[in-house]
């Protein structure tokens, strides 16, 4: 069967999505409490829509996440920066979204976290970047822009789509903000794609040696 929801139990078979119509708040925390502690499938609910989406992830999406996750770390650490990552993470704020973005980083909000078991939106900061790899389903790019998070990737169809928020609304562009020495859409697809291909030890190995990344 494809999706199973009773009392007990919410499972989806990998390498599908469903989307619920006309659908709450309420409701979307009714299936957080029957997933429990479980980290699939992945929920997302956009109060503007009326949608829960349910996403159960293939082998090749969870490797290109890794994968582009240690890229990530790799530049931050060229850089010098500091950060927190995490995955999963469920970030909600009350009656408007529920996200379970496949990695994000706290930089420049990263001390205001720390610590902390779990992250309330509305009082806590979001975090600076959200990455989401689309396979088995597509980003509703809405519900980001209602928590507010400041840089949103998007890795699809070995494309980068960088959405910087402006103004309550996310503006494609052609770079990021966090990386603005790096050609982050030219260089990262490539690594992502050597990783799933080759293996990511050879990736990441390959990619640390570069000497710029521009």
């Not at 850089?79 to 980083?105: S, V």
């Not at 996310?170 to 293996?199: A, C, H």
């Given at each position: 069967m494809l999706l199973t929801v009773s009392e007990n139990e919410l499972m989806l078979t990998p390498g599908n999505d469903v989307i619920f119509p006309h659908q709450t708040w309420e409701d979307y925390q009714r299936l957080l409490d029957v997933r429990q502690d479980k980290t699939l499938p992945k929920l997302c609910f956009n109060s503007q829509t009326q949608q829960i989406r349910l996403m159960s992830p293939l082998p090749s999406h969870g490797n290109r996440v890794n994968t582009l996750t240690d890229l990530v770390k790799i530049l931050l650490r060229r850089q010098g920066k500091d950060w927190q990552c995490f995955d999963p993470i469920t970030l909600k704020l009350p009656n408007q979204a529920g996200l379970e973005p496949d990695t994000?980083?706290?930089?420049?909000?990263?001390?205001a976290i720390l610590g902390k078991d779990k992250i309330?939106?509305?009082?806590?900061?979001p975090p600076d970047l959200a990455i989401e790899v689309d396979f088995t389903s597509i980003t509703d790019v809405g519900a980001y822009e209602l928590l507010k998070i400041p840089e949103l990737w998007i890795y699809r169809e070995e494309s980068l789509n960088i959405y910087l928020l402006q103004e309550n609304s996310y503006q494609n562009s052609e770079e990021s903000r966090l990386f603005l020495d790096t050609n982050i859409k030219k260089i990262l697809p490539y690594y992502i794609e050597l990783g799933w291909n080759q293996g990511s030890s050879i990736s990441l190995r390959k990619f640390e040696n570069l000497d710029n990344f521009s």
């Amino acid at each position: 069967m494809l999706l199973t929801v009773s009392e007990n139990e919410l499972m989806l078979t990998p390498g599908n999505d469903v989307i619920f119509p006309h659908q709450t708040w309420e409701d979307y925390q009714r299936l957080l409490d029957v997933r429990q502690d479980k980290t699939l499938p992945k929920l997302c609910f956009n109060s503007q829509t009326q949608q829960i989406r349910l996403m159960s992830p293939l082998p090749s999406h969870g490797n290109r996440v890794n994968t582009l996750t240690d890229l990530v770390k790799i530049l931050l650490r060229r850089q010098g920066k500091d950060w927190q990552c995490f995955d999963p993470i469920t970030l909600k704020l009350p009656n408007q979204a529920g996200l379970e973005p496949d990695t994000c980083f706290y930089i420049e909000n990263r001390q205001a976290i720390l610590g902390k078991d779990k992250i309330d939106l509305t009082v806590d900061p979001p975090p600076d970047l959200a990455i989401e790899v689309d396979f088995t389903s597509i980003t509703d790019v809405g519900a980001y822009e209602l928590l507010k998070i400041p840089e949103l990737w998007i890795y699809r169809e070995e494309s980068l789509n960088i959405y910087l928020l402006q103004e309550n609304s996310y503006q494609n562009s052609e770079e990021s903000r966090l990386f603005l020495d790096t050609n982050i859409k030219k260089i990262l697809p490539y690594y992502i794609e050597l990783g799933w291909n080759q293996g990511s030890s050879i990736s990441l190995r390959k990619f640390e040696n570069l000497d710029n990344f521009s």
